[in-house]
């Protein structure tokens, strides 16, 4: 049985709003180059490439670590700085939105065929909210695919996150697609181990079809 949150699981050090926190641009790389290399291997292997694809990223940023090589048909970025959406080339459009405070993603039903979450998750406080409206826009038999490393800014993620070591974010993580619900099921994997470098762990959920 999956653990149950404590009733503070989603508070954080910083409550002050997020668009606050968000207002300045940050074009920093928040994993270094393997991580990187890694989630884009990940995209490649999960995300159509034969340019019909329609990829939503999820919080996204400045950088979407797709393949260079692939086009696709759209790439929908949401994230929280306009400027740092804008100067993203792979985006093909992008909006504002701070997914705390509205947990509703402004997309039609199936209309991608992927969902990126790049190191992101632990900052959710409406984590099941959100993937359920993940699962709703995911075409069928498209995956999220949910990445992150040991890095974060500590005062914006969730205690419930902060509670918990690598293994136990990748439960986590888990735990959470399967109380959104949608998911006919869940993968997860440590694509690079602690080492020299930044980790880099990924949860997969997968629509039925």
């Known amino acids: ?3 149950q949150p404590s009733p503070d699981a989603f508070r954080r050090a910083d409550e002050s709003p997020d668009y606050a926190f968000y207002a300045f641009p940050r074009f920093v790389r928040h994993i270094d180059e393997a991580a990187i290399a890694a989630v884009t291997d990940l995209y490649r ?7 019909s694809g329609r990829i939503l990223d999820l919080m996204s940023s400045w950088v979407s670590h797709l393949p260079p090589e692939v086009t696709y048909a759209r790439v929908a970025g949401l994230g929280m700085n306009a400027e740092e959406l804008a100067a993203n080339p792979r985006l093909t459009e992008w909006r504002v ?21 790049c ?14 409206e993940v699962a709703r826009v995911l ?8 990445t992150f490393s040991n890095r974060c800014f500590p005062t914006k993620a969730v205690a419930a996150w902060l509670e918990r070591d690598d ?7 888990s735990e959470y697609l399967e109380a959104a ?6 993968e997860t994997g440590d694509l690079i181990r602690p080492g020299s470098g930044d980790p880099l762990y990924a949860v997969i959920g997968w629509r039925p079809g």
Request: glycine content about 10%; some cysteine; hydrophobic content about 45%.
């Open 181 to 186: 619900g949608g998911y006919v099921r869940t």
């Open 45 to 51: 292997a999960l995300f159509p490439s034969d340019g």
């Open 167 to 173: 293994a136990g974010h990748l439960r986590l993580v």
């Open 119 to 132: 190191v992101s998750v632990q900052y959710l406080t409406r984590p099941v909210a959100v993937l359920r």
């Open 139 to 146: 075409a069928p038999g498209a995956a999220v695919a949910v």
């Open 1 to 3: 049985m999956p653990s």
């Open 97 to 117: 939105q701070d997914l705390n405070e509205t947990p509703v993603l402004p997309y039609e039903n199936a209309s991608f065929d992927g969902c990126a979450i």
